[in-house]
């Protein structure tokens, strides 16, 4: 089943029209990795039945099928739309461009569209003026605020009802005043040349098309305008741009996305810009300060914006109203909630909805459950019906379209057929008074289907509207306070709440085992269930969470455990408040006729008597994964890059050796790491991401691929991030695999094809040390305080690597030193295997600070690969360290360790050894097996495989010659990890401790 669902997943996206191709998001756990396929594999067997194993036998099952079944990814490396994809459907998002923006198309599993277009979100004001989501030019974005193995929230933010802002009406303006901008003004910026403000032209030219923007800061009235006017002329294509304004009661005293506002051009011409800005409303005899113009397009484009003014009008013709859409993305189901923000004092509303518009002549056949139960298959031509629970429809050649209507107390629904349309709507009353930023929000759920089954469609309407009753029958100590909320109809959630600790509480010895949670009892139905839990946690430091049966038996369900950092105000008009919370969602199975028992825990710092490993999703302004070393963070994964489409993916990368904050147990974080990129005539080819699949969650290890293609379309590749609980040095292993899907020659390969590329950010290291060529170790000084053109440095063929250290403060911003350690590397160019070296090229550059920009890449002055051809490197990424550091000790020291003797299965007396990178893998024989482990410092992960019981793994070590129980747990229950795996086996994880890297050691393991 794994094997089908990665080619589903390929045609979905192929169908997906992603035109720059796609990569099987969810690959196979470590221990049974076999190649993506090129055809349809022979079928899988069955797997065993666990039946009997414990009470929860069906959930474990069900949840394993459901792994990594949600992704959501942008369709295009323009970013012009979003795909989310799930087990059922493909749901379609327009961002940019002509296209309806927000969710714009439906399809089935197998790709076919069961609605495209006429989904809107709208608004009818008192007097019945109707404002629709719409089109236009504006430009919507998405953040992915939680997201993981089993769900994902997609906020579609920045949408708009019509008319579109940016649509001004200028015979409208009954005021209009320059601005009044100093001659002596001194334009600043990011990525952009040649910069001028003379004579009231404000003229410059893009360098990197990455995030170019130029700012001018003075000081002048508003003077009760609401428009800011400008023309602009550009030499480059219809690419679209940002104003961010600084004013008089904003919501920051810098630059900020909810300050801002996009808007078209046509590139070649002049044109006039005109910008409504509802907020200035508030602020009319306060001061505009700043403006910042973010020009997009290409590297040359040159733009000139002249007649910077502002202006007054009176009727907009719109509603001062925000909206967005979230689309509570699960594995095999989805749930759609809309939501206005009033962003002025108000009384002027009578509803708010959501609409589907289907044209009859797509529609074979139809059916709607109505308000009392009884069936409704429509009539005779047109015809009008209110309050429905459910409607369905029947696509012609492509499948079933099913919307469920919520029972919570305040949505009404609307059903009609005129003019050759079905049209569904669901709303619900927001007559009286509004405040400035309150808001109102409500959903419904979404049903697809290959084919027409209103049965199941009746049934599931039944499961939606009907939940089960389950209680809180046990705490977990005193401290835990869980609590149930009930099922939350707008998500699809049965919902309870759940207290937590901080980072520095954690972190104190009397707190570190400290887990939170209880048992829950869900109470049985007439049918088996299948529904998802989320508990809520007051404390967004989250770190783990785990299950356990009836019997206190961890179970292996990889709870998917989602937190925001309260304060840093991300989203400050969608989230101002900005509330911290900790929380962890799962699928379960409700056996008809059984009462579910099971006992839910989060987990903070440390699991058994070693910290714990964890990967989670963290709330930003974009999608974010978050790793740690209990409390302590060590590593975060920007999949879609921290800012637009910089390449930037590994932010919030810390060491362990460094100086541990004194606010909380933290360490500094390092630079911008990036991968694969090619220059090309002053063009950088990056790549996009493509999905995930994330193996294991922890709280042992962390193990989790991240996929991308490349700009060109000639290479997909997987970068797989593996962490182990260590506290030494944060070794961060990493194995990058690429293969080469379209013909493709990179010329002046030496100096322009980058597998991996660093800067510190805001500092510059004195010293580069590298392994050259002949094996010596090197070291190069660096002009840190003048830019430099990079050099290029032949590496050596056996284990090379690249450290930076020694650096002096700049601007305040401490940082950590910096190493990239090749353990292996391989491979094909043209079908031959390449025989050369890895080059170093290391430069100063200026951006803000002076920064090195160290990159690696392949040793060739023209690289020609053919379709098939692979690159894999597997290798090291270091912080660590303080400043002023004149060398690298910690580098040569994780070398040892992790290369020349790196954490490995020496010999196996009893089960068989599974080859991996990085982790310790043995498939256990008979539910036993023998190895002796070596290798590496401080803590390891070993994984067995295959035994056919669940339950807590006796772990035993040949001391003197005699077998020793080892004690890795402080409760009954915690110290390893178990998953279940495809073939219907589990495999338990545990934490070996080494001191030296040449140290022996010896354990069976058994179960049951």
Known sequence: MFIKRILRVLALLIAGTLCFGAVAACQPKPGDRPETPTEEPEPTPEPRSIDGETPMAKSVVYAASLENGIQGVYDTPERLGFTVTNENSQYKIGLKGEALKGLNEIRTASGKTLISGGMTGFIVKADGGVFDSVSGSSTARVNTNRMGIFYYEVNIRDLVFSPDESAVDLSKYDKEKALSIPATAAPHGNMVKNVSWKNGVLTGTIEDPTDPYVCLDFSDSIDGCNVVLFDLTTSGSDAGGQLFYVFTGGHAGSFNQDDSKTFPFTGGSKQTVAIYVADFEESSNGYLSALRFDINGKAGDTFKIENIRLAHINELGSVNCGYEQTLHSYSDKMHNEVRVIFDTKSSDYKEFGYRYVIPAETVADFYALKQDGSDFTGEEGDFELSEFQCVGFEIKDSGMLGLIACDDGMTHTRLSKNGGKYVVEFYIDVTGNHR???????????????????????????????????????????????????????????EVSVAGIDFTNAYKKKNVNKYFGGTLKVTASSDDRKIYFCSHGANGCLEAAVLLDESKTLVPIQPEVCKNFAGEHEERYYD?????????????????????????????????????????????????????????????????????????????????????????????????????????????????????????????????????????????????????????????????????????????????????????????????SYKAEDGSIKEITNKVNKTSEPEVYKLCKDSPFFSLYDYSLQNNNDVENFAYIVRSYKATVGGKDFDGCLVMRNSVIKDGAFLNLVEIGLDADKLEFKKGDTIKIVFVLLPYGVTEQKDDPNVHYVIEDTVDNPWRILECEKGT??????????????????FTVTGSRNSNAVRVNGFSKLARPKIQEKINGEWVDITLNVEEFDGYQVNYTKDGYFSYSFIVNMENFTDQRTFKVTCG
Request: charged content about 20%; overall charge negative; glycine content about 8%.
């Open 576 to 768: 101002p408040n900005d509330t911290q919370y900790g929380d962890t969602v799962y699928p379960l199975v409700v056996e008809k006729g059984k009462d579910l028992t099971y006992t839910m825990l989060n987990v903070y710092q440390n699991w058994g008597v070693n910290r714990l490993k964890q990967l989670s999703s963290i709330s930003f302004h974009i999608g974010y994964y978050h790793l740690s070393t209990g409390v302590t963070e060590s590593n975060c994964i920007a999949p879609y890059f921290v800012y637009g489409r910089d390449g930037w993916t590994l932010p919030d990368f810390r060491g362990c050796s460094g100086v541990m904050w004194s606010s909380q147990p933290q360490f500094n974080s390092v630079g911008r790491l990036r991968f694969v990129s090619y220059n090309k005539s002053g063009k950088t080819y990056q790549s996009e991401y493509i999905g995930s699949d994330i193996c294991s969650v922890g709280p042992v290890y962390a193990d989790i691929y991240y996929s991308y293609r490349t700009y060109d379309g000639a290479f997909e590749y997987s970068l797989r991030h593996t962490e182990f609980p260590q506290n030494d040095e944060n070794r961060t292993y990493y194995t990058l695999e690429a293969k080469c899907v379209n013909d493709v020659t990179y010329k002046d390969a030496r100096n322009s094809f980058t597998l991996f590329s660093f800067d510190p950010r805001f500092q510059c290291m004195k010293t580069t």
């Open 436 to 494: 400035k930023g309150s808001d109102a929000n409500f959903g419904h759920r979404i049903l697809t289907a290959e084919a027409k089954d209103f049965k199941n469609l009746k049934k599931e309407c039944y499961f939606e509207r009907n939940p089960l009753a389950y209680e809180v029958t046990e705490q977990h100590g005193s401290h835990s306070k869980l609590k149930v909320l009930g099922y939350n109809t707008t998500n699809g959630a049965y």
């Open 913 to 930: 050894v599974v080859e991996d990178d990085y982790l310790a893998i043995v498939n256990a024989e008979n539910d036993e097996a023998v």
